[in-house]
């Protein structure tokens, strides 16, 4: 092996097109001169539509197929409900025990979804100090989370209080969300110092949960907020940004001679469109046979009051196996499974659907090959007619996928997989009176109706890397996710069997192939 020492350093859910345009007009110099290394190259999801598996896909260095973690909740079709993910029955086998394998000395300081290496760990291992998911506060050795609160205080970042935000929630968690930016920037740059590491990464998550309620004021009554108070508010974002790129430099610096260092973010951020919650509705409706309709019933109304702006401030205080113990019991009672033909399943950003299908659902109703597929075909055209009405009334959805042209069938883990899944359009909820379904009526409501998480902002697909990645090998190509990988061991002195460039079947040709046979 003739590796040097290698530093990734996670921006979590920063933009990339504000990060061009922000080095591109001086405001993010450090990013700039990592830049210079190595250009901003744009990262595409392993598999489209999958951004809330993006990280296990990374981690796990295999797409959402051969791992299965693509939310926190995904239903077990041999269970029949929905099931909290877990390693016991996906796969979650990080890519640097090669590393470690091979005798290297590996630091990994909050990324997200990295397992515990356990005791025996001869590196460094701190995790849920300032994740924007909820992980346990743990750090291997053990005794290194005692050096940290003594040397750095308690973390800054407090858990997510999901839901609808008021201004002093906003101001507040500008505040901690800076703080805890610099804090894990220092903390990196102390144990750069200390420990003699072959391959170091770090992930900033202060920037992931700024991103999300910050992004602009839209979930917040503005009329309310002092003038200062509205002022520090609307320039949040741009004082993220700095905080990120002051990191980058701070955390670079302290980075052994000669080492090979990469900036990166695995997704973006952008304004959040805010259909998600109303898409269970959406498929209720749309879902039904043609020429029949479904009333409402006691299933509906308990799914509205789940997603009501009490019942998810009240989320953070409920403990988690009682959540587990209502999501088994409800997700399983949810639906009158012998005239259900589709439902939704919980999803990161865009929609989730699943057919009922038989010999794969504990009640399946619809047939496998033809009548699956035309089904599939005709959720796809008629979700793909759904249009804002007010405003101007375009598409709120952009792309709809089937997801068998994209995970090979045999994929480890498709069964848990929804069949279909869905990006949004641009347009946004609140510049909308409501949504038409085509055939099956209208949803309406005021204008300026707020999200129910609170979250002005929400994920972009696209990632991005600049510095050493070893992306060049595509020229013109579009690299995914897992592109990054073997730059990142070639780095430290290792081979890998992935080959970088455009002649690799990526999901977008699979599903181009696909269409082509279909036709």
């Keep these: 092996m003739n590796g040097k020492p290698t530093v990734w350093i996670g921006l979590d859910a920063v933009e990339g097109q504000e990060v061009r345009r922000r080095m591109a007009d001086?405001?993010?110099?450090?990013?700039?001169?990592?830049?210079?290394?190595?250009?901003?190259?744009?990262?595409?999801?392993?598999v489209p539509g999958f951004c809330g598996g993006i990280w296990r896909s990374f981690v796990n260095g295999v797409p959402v197929g051969e791992h299965g973690w693509h939310f926190s909740k995904i239903w077990r079709p041999e269970l029949g409900r929905l099931d909290q993910a877990g390693p016991d029955w996906l796969r979650l086998r990080p890519f640097w025990d090669r590393m470690r394998a091979a005798g290297l000395r590996v630091g990994l300081v909050d990324v997200p979804h990295a397992p515990d290496p356990g005791p025996g760990f001869d590196g460094v291992y701190v995790s849920g100090w300032q994740t924007h998911d909820y992980h346990p506060r743990s750090t291997r050795p053990a005794s290194l989370m005692t050096a940290l609160e003594a040397g750095f205080g308690r973390p800054w970042l407090r858990a997510e209080s999901y839901g609808p935000q008021s201004p002093g929630d906003l101001?507040?968690?500008?505040?901690?969300?800076?703080?805890?930016?610099?804090?894990?920037?220092?903390?990196?740059e102390w144990l750069l110092g200390r420990h003699c590491l072959d391959f170091f990464m770090v992930v900033v998550g202060g920037a992931h949960r700024l991103g999300h309620y910050l992004w602009d004021l839209s979930q917040v009554d503005s009329d309310?907020?002092?003038?200062?108070?509205?002022?520090?508010?609307?320039?949040a974002m741009d004082d993220v940004y700095a905080a990120c790129d002051a990191a980058v430099g701070?955390?670079?610096?302290?980075?052994?001679?000669?080492?090979?260092?990469?900036?990166?973010?695995l997704h973006g951020m952008g304004a959040n469109p805010g259909w998600t919650d109303l898409f269970p509705e959406m498929v209720r409706r749309l879902g039904a046979p043609a020429g029949t309709s479904r009333r409402r019933g006691l299933r509906d109304y308990v799914l509205q009051l789940r997603r009501s702006s009490w019942a998810l401030r009240a989320h953070p205080y409920v403990p988690d196996a009682v959540h587990r113990m209502i999501g088994r019991q409800w997700s399983s009672r949810m639906h009158a499974w012998g005239s259900t033909r589709v439902f939704s399943v919980p999803g990161e950003l865009g929609g989730n659907l699943r057919v009922n299908l038989a010999g794969r659902e504990a009640e399946g109703i619809v047939e496998p090959d033809a009548e699956?597929?035309?089904?599939?075909?005709?959720?796809?055209?008629?979700?793909?007619?759904?249009y804002s009405l007010g405003g101007d009334e375009r598409p709120?959805?952009?792309?709809?996928?089937?997801?068998d042209r994209l995970v090979p069938g045999d994929a480890a883990f498709r069964t848990y997989l929804p069949d279909i899944v869905l990006e949004w359009s641009e347009s946004r909820i609140g510049d909308s009176r409501g949504i038409a379904l085509p055939g099956?009526?209208?949803?309406?409501?005021?204008?300026?109706?707020?999200?129910?998480?609170?979250?002005?902002?929400n994920h972009r697909p696209r990632g991005w890397a600049l510095g050493d990645h070893g992306l060049g090998g595509f020229g013109s190509g579009q690299p995914n996710v897992l592109d990054l990988l073997p730059g990142l061991f070639g780095s430290v002195g290792l081979?890998?069997?992935?080959?970088?460039?455009?002649?690799?079947?990526?999901?977008?040709?699979?599903?181009?192939?696909?269409l082509a046979r279909a036709s």
């Design 495 to 514: 081979a890998t069997d992935r080959k970088p460039g455009p002649g690799r079947l990526t999901a977008q040709a699979m599903e181009q192939d696909a």
């Design 224 to 235: 309310r907020l002092a003038a200062d108070d509205a002022s520090r508010l609307s320039q």
């Design 440 to 457: 099956a009526g209208e949803i309406r409501w005021q204008p300026g109706r707020r999200i129910p998480s609170g979250r002005s902002g």
């Design 26 to 46: 001086g405001r993010m110099p450090h990013l700039a001169a990592l830049a210079r290394r190595g250009g901003l190259r744009a990262v595409d999801p392993d």
């Design 250 to 265: 701070r955390i670079a610096s302290a980075a052994p001679a000669g080492a090979r260092i990469v900036a990166f973010a």
């Design 396 to 403: 709120i959805v952009g792309s709809a996928h089937i997801v």
């Design 372 to 386: 699956y597929d035309d089904l599939c075909m005709e959720m796809c055209e008629r979700l793909g007619r759904v």
């Design 171 to 188: 101001l507040r968690l500008h505040q901690q969300g800076l703080a805890s930016i610099q804090q894990i920037a220092a903390i990196s």
